[in-house]
């Protein structure tokens, strides 16, 4: 799945094994502070969990922004394939 533009993830969201979540040169994506499927492991809090992995693909002139305020946030599980990043602006995360 590749995300162009302005994107919000109003619940939560988990990148599968063997799928890869893109966000395209500019692209954005919002973790929502609430989790409208209360599935994952904070059930009032949106999450993006990646099983599968996580290609953000920015460039100088389009760098890719990715937010989590309030969220829970962005897990990048163990049994995740490698992920890539290029040109990203990441804000709210807990490493």
Do not use: K
Request: with cysteine; glycine share 14%; net charge neutral.
């Amino acid at each position: 799945m590749t995300l162009t533009g302005a994107n919000t993830l109003a619940g939560d969201l988990t990148v599968r094994p063997g799928v890869t979540l893109t966000l395209a040169p500019g692209a954005s994506l919002a973790v929502a502070s609430s989790g409208g499927l209360r599935s994952c492991v904070d059930t009032v809090r949106g999450e993006l969990i990646v099983d599968g992995s996580l290609a953000a693909q920015g460039t100088q002139a389009a760098p890719v922004a990715l937010s989590a305020t309030g969220a829970y946030g962005v897990r990048v599980q163990g049994t995740a394939s490698p992920s890539s990043g290029n040109h990203c602006h990441f804000w709210s995360f807990w490493v």
